[in-house]
């Protein structure tokens, strides 16, 4: 998956938005969030994979965001992910979200997960199951 584009779709709903009717800053991390679950998905990997008791953990240790337009309710979004750096404990994926109407970027983010085991606090490497699929 790195370098190569992963495109989830979806709408801005009502209950994302803040009092001026625009998406909650927040929720922009939901979205990109979303995104790297379908991304996860396509590669044969659905979420809960990661949640069984044996399985490698997934933090996002850091995130950013960067807001160019407004995205409104009713907005339809498309979200392009790529897994743009893998290290040896941890990988990154950055989100382009495009007002699919326009085309244009309405928010950048990028995601920041470091790779642990459910039974300890410290950062593990990443496995190779895990690392060929975001390869």
């Known amino acids: 998956m790195i370098g190569r584009t992963h495109v989830h779709q979806t709408t801005v709903r009502f209950g994302r938005t803040d009092a001026a009717g625009v998406i909650y800053f927040a929720h922009a991390l939901d979205l990109a969030h979303e995104a790297y679950e379908s991304l996860l998905e396509e590669a044969g990997f659905p979420l809960e994979v990661f949640l069984r008791p044996q399985s490698v953990r997934l933090p996002i240790i850091r995130s950013e965001a960067d807001f160019r337009l ?45 790779c642990v085991y459910p039974d300890g606090h410290a950062a593990t490497d990443i496995p190779e199951w895990l690392r060929d699929a975001l390869s």
């Open 70 to 114: 407004p995205m409104r309710t009713g907005d339809r979004l498309r979200i392009e992910i790529t897994v743009s750096h893998i290290g040896a404990k941890s990988f990154t994926t950055s989100s382009r979200i495009l007002l699919a109407k326009e085309g244009v970027v309405a928010a950048q983010v990028t995601l920041y997960h470091c």
